[in-house]
């Protein structure tokens, strides 16, 4: 699970850090480079889709989600391999060719995450879920450090090709270990090996019908439905905060495109570390819902904080570049106990298609957030960069207030229940 999200991690660092900064020093204004982020991100909003295909069709005796892992790996390996034919930096048929390439590899790194997803809900106990968790979004961490700082320096010291290349290397084997992996033991490695589905989960009734409706049942619960609202609006302030303060350190500040990406992919990544470790950790000692409140509020201090001191921002002794490990920090902290809790309250049949929604609606918020940085200025006003960070700063408390008086503990109770009348049910 660690080393799938590391893969999942790698493209996001390379195109939010990497990538959005080298474009930045070509000249590309804000707006440009928010819509070339915003595409990258926004396959990821397809789990929506994904989801339902990977909980309906299944080849069980090669294990339920090992398939479409490895048909995601190839297909992201494949996309990267075109993206190494893009241009010079400078130009705007680069920027297009490049926006595309990307959506279409995001396509696949969102199967790959939803199938991986599916994996750890059918696998990890309740009890262990917040730290493993931690774990797997500091892999994923760390890929965004390797695909962000490592790749940056890379690009500086020979060229975007040999980036994307080194992308589609590191994806390639990890490739060669899914498929000598079994998810099962018993299970066949190959179509043509010998083995069978293992476990109860061959005897499971499957197909879109029965996952659609089971979807809905989840739903259909006050707590699970409201956290699809959440889930949709924590990740507002991040899409908005990247592209905007990649603008503010390297054309306002001054800052080179590797300085910046050195700085995010290093500070920054390790203040996420931290805060994924301990979020998990946290979490399972005290509580999702309360620990998610904490890193929500925790969000919106920084961002606030740092809008509100705008008139320090260009004095000598200021620590602007504080600001990256506390925000990414703070915001690890949030979305560990988040995903959490929503594994915690996906409890039908179709447990990893309803926290593939959750997981689906942090994206489309990403998105949405990214793109308000080209909205906010043609809403009939012209906002500064302090404008910006307010803004940024009071996104978060949306889905806090959200978060009051939800009961989880409840929906693990129907879970439990739903569990031993279907265990009861079995011939």
Same mark, same amino acid.
């Given at each position: ?14 195109? %939010?850090?990497?990538?959005? =900064?080298? $474009?930045? +020093? &070509?000249?590309?204004?804000? !707006?440009?480079? #928010?819509? @070339?982020? /915003? ?118 010291? %020979?060229?975007?090709?040999? =980036?994307? $290349?080194? +992308? &589609?290397?590191?994806?390639? !084997?990890?490739? #060669?270990? @899914?498929? /000598? ?128 001191? &705008? ?117």
């Amino acid at each position: 699970l660690c080393l799938l999200y590391f893969c999942q991690g790698f493209p996001w660092g390379f195109a %939010t850090i990497a990538l959005l =900064a080298t $474009l930045s +020093q &070509a000249g590309h204004g804000k !707006a440009e480079t #928010a819509t @070339v982020v /915003a595409l990258a991100i926004l396959p990821w909003t397809f789990k929506f889709i994904w989801g339902p295909i990977i909980d309906s069709v299944r080849m069980p005796s090669l294990g339920i989600r090992r398939p479409w892992i490895a048909i995601a790996q190839f297909c992201m390996a494949l996309t990267l391999l075109s993206a190494a034919l893009s241009g010079s930096m400078d130009s705007d048929a680069t920027l297009v060719f490049l926006a595309w390439v990307f959506f279409v590899h995001n396509c696949f790194a969102s199967l790959q995450d939803v199938a991986t997803d599916a994996l750890a809900v059918d696998l990890l106990e309740d009890n262990e879920r917040g730290r493993v968790n931690g774990f797997m979004w500091g892999s994923k961490l760390f890929g965004i450090g390797i695909g962000g700082a490592g790749m940056a320096t890379v690009i500086a010291y %020979t060229n975007l090709q040999t =980036a994307v $290349l080194v +992308q &589609a290397a590191i994806i390639m !084997a990890v490739l #060669a270990l @899914v498929i /000598a992996w079994q998810e099962r033991p018993g299970e066949r490695r190959f179509p043509w090996s010998p083995g069978s589905a293992q476990g109860t989960v061959a005897r499971a009734s499957f197909g879109m019908l029965i996952t659609l409706t089971e979807l809905r049942r989840a739903l259909s619960n006050r707590t699970t439905a409201t956290l699809v609202i959440v889930a949709g609006t924590y990740a507002l302030a991040e899409g908005l905060y990247d592209p905007l303060t990649v603008e503010f350190f390297v054309q306002d500040l001054g800052w080179t495109a590797d300085r910046f990406a050195r700085a995010s992919g290093t500070w920054g990544t390790l203040a996420e570390l931290f805060g994924a470790i301990g979020g998990g950790y946290a979490c399972d000692r005290f509580g999702r819902r309360r620990m998610a409140a904490v890193g929500l509020s925790s969000m919106a201090v920084v961002l606030l904080t740092f809008g509100w001191t &705008a008139e320090a921002w260009h004095g000598p002794a200021y620590p602007h570049v504080l600001l990256l490990p506390a925000f990414k920090g703070t915001m690890a902290f949030a979305t560990v106990s988040l995903f959490s809790l929503y594994m915690k309250v996906s409890w039908t049949r179709a447990a990893a298609t309803q926290f593939t929604v959750y997981m689906a609606m942090g994206n489309v918020g990403y998105a949405i957030g990214a793109k308000l940085n080209a909205w906010l200025p043609q809403a009939g006003f012209t906002p500064t960069l302090t404008d910006f960070y307010l803004v940024a700063g009071f996104l978060p408390l949306i889905p806090l207030v959200l978060l009051i008086g939800l009961d989880p503990d409840g929906v693990v109770a129907r879970k439990v229940a739903d569990q031993r009348r279907a265990t009861l049910a079995l011939p």
